[in-house]
């Protein structure tokens, strides 16, 4: 009995590095963070990009609406898609003019929308801001999903515009919030 107390114990340090959790690897999420935190800092170095990115977005409203708008049967079996076309394809290039910017476009083009782009100004308000543009965008996303069919180029243009006005609003919040820390306050 006295010799088994006095033997050393058996190391079990093979089998806690054998149970030892391999490395962890980023979840979706954090992936996903990681890509958002890219985007924002491009986007601060070069806010024009907003406006390609949107733009862009426009083009393909545009696109996805005159292909929806060229399938005449459309008319006869589901009229309400072939009219929400129509006002995709007025969106989008609403969108393109409002979106148009002398880093993005030739001299000569943005020249040319400069008068169109200065009179939606003028009438539609809400299109001056960064949270009125998200809010259209958003829209004209959720417009593009709903009219599309089951896994069409039209989901992915809607995703894509929704994406575009999340990030237009989160700049208006960001702004509005370095605005407020800017401000002088003078207490009593």
């Not at 806010?47 to 929806?68: E, R």
């Not at 076309?85 to 476009?105: I, Q």
Request: a neutral charge; glycine letters at 8%; proline letters at 4%.
């Amino acid at each position: 009995w006295h010799k088994l107390l006095q033997r050393p114990l058996p190391s079990y340090a093979h089998r806690e590095s054998a149970m030892a959790m391999p490395p962890r690897s980023d979840s979706g999420l954090q992936a996903a963070l990681r890509a958002a935190k890219g985007v924002s800092e491009a986007i601060e170095q070069a806010p024009h990009m907003v406006h390609l990115l949107c733009q862009i977005g426009g083009a393909a409203i545009v696109v996805n609406g005159v292909l929806g708008v060229l399938d005449i049967f459309t008319v006869f079996d589901h009229a309400i898609y072939y009219v929400m076309n129509c006002y995709a394809v007025f969106f989008g290039m609403v969108t393109c003019v409002t979106e148009s910017h002398p880093k993005n476009n030739s001299a000569s083009l943005y020249e040319n929308l400069k008068g169109f782009q200065e009179w939606m100004h003028e009438w539609a308000k809400g299109l001056t801001m960064l949270v009125g543009r998200g809010l259209f965008y958003i829209f004209q996303g959720v417009l593009a999903i709903l009219s599309s069919s089951y896994l069409g180029l039209g989901i992915l243009i809607g995703v894509y515009m929704t994406v575009v006005g999340v990030i237009c609003i989160t700049l208006h919040i960001k702004e509005a919030y370095a605005y407020r820390q800017d401000y002088i306050r003078v207490e009593p």
